[in-house]
T-cell receptor, first 113, second 116 residues
Framework: AQSVTQPDIHITVSEGASLELRCNYS??????LFWYVQSPGQGLQLLLK??????LVQGIKGFEAEFKRSQSSFNLRKPSVHWSDAAEYFC???????????FGGGTRLMVKP | EAGVTQFPSHSVIEKGQTVTLRCDPI?????LYWYRRVMGKEIKFLLH????????ESGMPNNRFLAERTGGTYSTLKVQPAELEDSGVYFC??????????????FGPGTRLLVL
């Protein structure tokens, strides 16, 4: 069965600093991978997704993620964090049985002024 | 175009009571999903509708949970009777293409359920 691990439960960065959120997955075939963000009081918003092709994926709000098959990773990055990026971030993979998403535990990002 | 909407946004009930959550998917989306996140845990899949049919309900925790999607439009998720461990956030999502693996799922804001 597929699984997703986000090793960091909480991360704090200073505004303007770079950000990398880690995501590792376990999946037998080529995974379909997603990053979602949940801002306070909001629903889950899709940041970006990887299905195939270029392993560096650009998303909204200046985020990007890189798929590395050899490391079973799909880390999310942003070169310069803004205070409005404070939120919880979820990595997810599509299952091979059915259309459900399997989520990681989430990483809560705090941004220091 | 309106996104996925959920009602209510919050619900506080006592153990043993019944609660019904509603989800309105994006218009024209055949697929509708329910997920939930209990405190401190991952977001977990509950079930998947394709139009009005239950495609996969493997994530439903027990028979106290009943989901319906009459007419293939909105869906309801009823918890009866509610238990303390049912507290959490219930998300609904929808996607356009039935059977399209990898199709983007669009999520609603969630219903925060607290069972006392």
């Amino acid at each position: 069965a597929q699984s997703v691990t986000q090793p960091d439960i909480h991360i704090t960065v200073s505004e303007g600093a770079s950000l990398e959120l880690r995501c590792n997955y376990s999946y037998g075939a080529t995974p379909y991978l997603f990053w979602y963000v949940q801002s306070p009081g909001q629903g889950l918003q899709l940041l970006l997704k990887y299905f195939s092709g270029d392993t560096l994926v650009q998303g909204i709000k200046g985020f990007e993620a890189e798929f590395k098959r050899s490391q079973s990773s799909f880390n999310l990055r942003k070169p310069s964090v803004h205070w409005s990026d404070a939120a919880e971030y979820f990595c997810a993979v599509y299952g091979n049985a059915g259309n459900m998403l399997t989520f990681g535990g989430g990483t809560r990002l705090m941004v220091k002024p | 175009e309106a996104g996925v909407t959920q009602f209510p946004s919050h619900s506080v009930i006592e153990k043993g009571q019944t609660v019904t959550l509603r989800c309105d998917p994006i218009s024209g989306h055949d697929n509708l999903y329910w997920y939930r996140r209990v405190m401190g845990k991952e977001i977990k899949f509950l079930l998947h509708f394709v139009k009005e049919s239950k495609q996969d309900e493997s994530g439903m925790p027990n028979n106290r949970f009943l989901a319906e999607r009459t007419g293939g439009t909105y869906s309801t998720l009823k918890v009866q009777p509610a238990e303390l461990e049912d507290s959490g956030v219930y998300f609904c999502a929808s996607s356009l293409i039935a059977g399209g693996r990898g199709e983007t799922q669009y999520f609603g804001p969630g219903t925060r359920l607290l069972v006392l």
